[in-house]
């Protein structure tokens, strides 16, 4: 007797109308399980995260060690190192994935990705500043578009622990000195800086007041200088562009005349906000009173409307802790600091999502 071995939709159309007279032996098909929203703990202790969209590759500051790390996002394993001389902060990379740039107080590091090799690039003279005799420290930076060798740079100068002054450099590898100048002092935050997504000019932020459009020049200080409409209100802790928009906090403005386009309704303080540099989509992180964690938005940049939002502890593996500095690693996932215990460390976890 033969034997019709069918699976799936044949396998139902022949019980259905038969198999010609022969014996049928059906196949189960093995169930797809459906994609859902879940967290994935990396066990990898990190301070600061950056991904390499060329490599697929995630690189953490690990402090203890004096290394960044290189983390594979599909698995979340550690898959390389890259030996620092020093303590490193913050991560930056080009826009063309070559150079990745990190801080440690007031030196700037250069790594080539091509060789992992490292070199101090920059190094913020104290003599240069507001007071030479306060110590300097890189809050944040910021890689210029089109050109890899140039870095906006928040400069925080101690004058004191109740009276710090703060203001935004430019700084081109090869070339002597350094533009910019302080736009605020004696305020009690932080400035950030992010170039136009055409890298034409430069946006800064000294929280929460100040916001100011200027056009740079490489290597060479800001020439005009103006205040942007509606400047003074907003939860602003951020500066990004992408698109032809600039987001500070959930405001947004038009890149071409920095007219106020219109701004985000996102549940709770956004304390982070990024675009996806190829779609008009974005992410947004907020913390909601009097509701457990933290909370992420799948954003319309084009509409600024909220397409969707999640509560991050409805996660299946999320864990408690605070939620801090997202990193888009693919168009549903995203990779986030989650700190916890005591002490506290901060471990990387990365989150899939279905935006739909």
């Known amino acids: 007797m033969?034997?019709?071995?069918?699976?799936?939709?044949?396998?139902?159309?022949?019980?259905?109308?038969?198999?010609?007279?022969?014996?049928?032996?059906?196949?189960?098909?093995?169930?797809?399980?459906?994609?859902?929203?879940?967290?994935?703990?990396?066990?990898?202790?990190?301070?600061?995260l950056a991904f390499d969209s060329m490599r697929g590759v995630v690189y953490s500051t690990d402090l203890k060690r004096n290394l960044i790390s290189i983390v594979d996002p599909k698995t979340?394993?550690?898959?390389?190192?890259?030996?620092?001389?020093?303590m490193v902060g913050e991560l930056a990379i080009t826009d063309d994935c070559q150079f990745l740039y990190t801080r440690s107080g007031g030196q700037i590091f250069k790594v080539d990705l091509a060789t992992k090799s490292?070199?101090?690039?920059?190094?913020?003279?104290?003599?240069?500043?507001?007071?030479?005799?306060?110590?300097?420290?890189?809050?944040?930076?910021?890689?210029?578009?089109?050109?890899?060798?140039?870095?906006?740079?928040?400069?925080m100068n101690s004058l004191g622990a109740m009276h710090p002054s703060y203001g935004i450099?430019?700084?081109?590898?090869?070339?002597?000195?350094?533009?910019?100048?302080?736009?605020?002092?004696g305020i009690p935050s932080y400035g950030d800086a992010c170039f136009s997504s055409d890298g034409k000019s430069l946006y800064t932020l000294v929280r929460p007041t100040l916001v100011y459009c200027s056009t740079a020049v490489t290597g060479?200080?800001?020439?005009?200088?103006?205040?942007?409409?509606?400047?003074?209100?907003?939860?602003?802790?951020?500066?990004?562009?992408?698109?032809?928009k600039c987001f500070i906090g959930t405001s947004v403005f038009s890149e071409s005349d920095q007219s106020s386009v219109g701004r985000f309704t996102v549940p709770g303080f956004t304390f982070a906000l990024k675009p996806f540099p190829d779609a008009d989509r974005g992410?947004?992180?907020?913390?909601?009173?009097?509701?457990?964690?933290?909370?992420?938005?799948?954003?319309?940049?084009?509409?600024?409307?909220?397409?969707?939002?999640?509560?991050?502890?409805?996660?299946?593996?999320?864990?408690?802790?605070?939620?801090?500095s997202p990193c888009i690693t693919g168009s549903n996932?995203?990779?986030?600091?989650?700190?916890?215990?005591?002490?506290?460390?901060?471990?990387?976890?990365?989150?899939?999502?279905?935006?739909?």
């Open 2 to 48: 033969r034997v019709c071995r069918l699976t799936g939709y044949l396998a139902l159309l022949a019980i259905v109308y038969g198999c010609g007279g022969q014996s049928v032996e059906v196949t189960p098909v093995s169930k797809v399980s459906p994609v859902t929203n879940r967290a994935r703990r990396t066990g990898i202790e990190a301070s600061y």
């Open 76 to 86: 979340g394993k550690a898959v390389g190192a890259i030996p620092m001389v020093a």
């Open 118 to 155: 490292t070199k101090l690039s920059y190094f913020i003279d104290p003599a240069l500043e507001h007071d030479a005799s306060a110590p300097i420290d890189a809050l944040s930076i910021r890689t210029q578009p089109g050109h890899p060798n140039t870095l906006a740079v928040a400069v």
């Open 169 to 185: 450099r430019v700084f081109t590898e090869g070339v002597t000195g350094f533009g910019g100048v302080y736009i605020g002092s």
């Open 220 to 244: 060479i200080p800001p020439t005009t200088t103006q205040i942007l409409p509606n400047s003074t209100s907003g939860d602003w802790s951020y500066v990004v562009t992408s698109r032809g």
């Open 283 to 324: 992410i947004a992180l907020s913390n909601v009173p009097n509701v457990a964690g933290s909370q992420l938005s799948i954003l319309d940049t084009n509409s600024l409307s909220t397409l969707k939002t999640f509560a991050l502890s409805s996660f299946e593996g999320f864990p408690t802790g605070d939620v801090s």
């Open 333 to 356: 996932q995203i990779a986030v600091l989650v700190r916890q215990g005591t002490p506290a460390v901060s471990e990387i976890v990365f989150i899939d999502y279905v935006a739909s």
